[in-house]
């Protein structure tokens, strides 16, 4: 798989973040002509040639072993998350057959699950921010994306594609710049384990062209993998929410890989109040007529 352009861009913004001062190395005084580290403190840092660096940096990774690649790693401070967004990349320079997504329906089991999880909103998405199964109160909560002009056919929506094509986002979320630095974030770790997903290239592809605060996000190589929080909504039928969420891995398919996420009000607060009214509102009409308010 050719992802050089990836490697390449990825390293360089990882160095160029980075100060001699910040990695315990000299300044060596006068004026410095790149941001950031130069390729061959970088090399010194990682205990390898500045022409074995270079070359790396060049997206020249395949057959890298990982041991090497955790040394660069740990020389530009690469968290966890982009320590293995690294080791994805290589992966998939390195691979004569390369991993490609299927399209796998969601077991009915699945959707019995989430039926069964009434007082959290549930959802399950595959890779690419798909929501591909949902419950009630997982479908209330975004119902203004899954009514929205984003919306497919059938009732289902895309996360990104509602994000950055769809003004009402910017309502929804609480904190939309958050939000959309996440959304990207996860397309991107996403796209360095599955370059060859025909439609995350058509959908990056498409966000890029229409939004430039996608592309912006996207070119600054940001990763993220699924993991909790907080998360605070506005919803245009309860108003505002703070919900707690967790996602978890569903082991469906070798084919495809789909995440559950769930979204918990604290015990006892207004948030709570507010989602048992959600749960209310989500068993009347209101949702199958559209938005309100």
């Known amino acids: 798989m050719d992802n050089r352009s990836d490697i390449r861009d990825f390293l360089a913004t990882r160095r160029a973040r980075l100060t001699p001062e910040q990695v315990g190395l ?8 790149v941001a950031g580290l130069r390729r061959e403190e970088v090399a010194v840092l990682a205990g390898v040639s500045i ?17 090497v690649l955790e040394a660069v790693a740990r020389a530009l401070r690469l968290d966890e998350e982009e320590t293995a967004y690294l080791l994805d990349l290589a992966r998939a320079a390195s691979a004569k057959s390369p991993r490609r997504r299927r399209a796998v329906d969601v077991p009915t089991s699945v ?13 399950v998405t595959n890779g690419r921010l ?3 199964a949902a419950n009630p109160l997982g479908r209330a909560l975004y119902s203004a994306m899954l009514n929205g ?11 990104a594609r509602y994000n950055f094509l769809d003004p009402a986002a910017r309502d929804f979320y609480a904190d939309w ?13 996403e796209a360095g384990r599955y370059p060859n997903d025909k439609a995350l290239r058509e959908l990056v592809g498409e966000l890029s062209t229409v939004s430039a605060e996608f592309r912006t996000r996207w070119a600054a190589h940001d990763v993220r993998l699924h993991h909790g929080g907080v998360k605070r ?21 070798v084919h495809t890989a789909h995440t559950l996420t769930s979204y918990i009000a604290q015990p006892g607060s207004d948030s709570e109040d507010k989602l048992k009214l959600l749960t209310s509102w989500a068993a009347t009409d209101t949702l199958r007529t559209g938005p309100v308010g």
């Open 26 to 33: 000299p300044t060596g005084g006068g004026r410095r002509r």
């Open 51 to 67: 022409e074995w660096y270079t070359r790396l940096e060049k997206g020249h990774i395949s057959g890298v072993s990982d041991d």
């Open 111 to 123: 959707q019995w699950l989430l039926d069964s999880m009434t007082l959290s909103a549930a959802f």
């Open 130 to 132: 798909d929501m591909v």
């Open 149 to 159: 002009p984003t919306a497919a056919a059938g009732g289902t929506g895309n996360i």
């Open 177 to 189: 710049d958050a939000a959309a630095d996440t959304t990207v974030a996860l397309l991107r770790a």
């Open 233 to 253: 909504f506005r919803h245009h039928a309860v108003g505002s929410l703070e919900l707690t969420y967790y996602p978890l891995v569903l082991p469906t398919s």
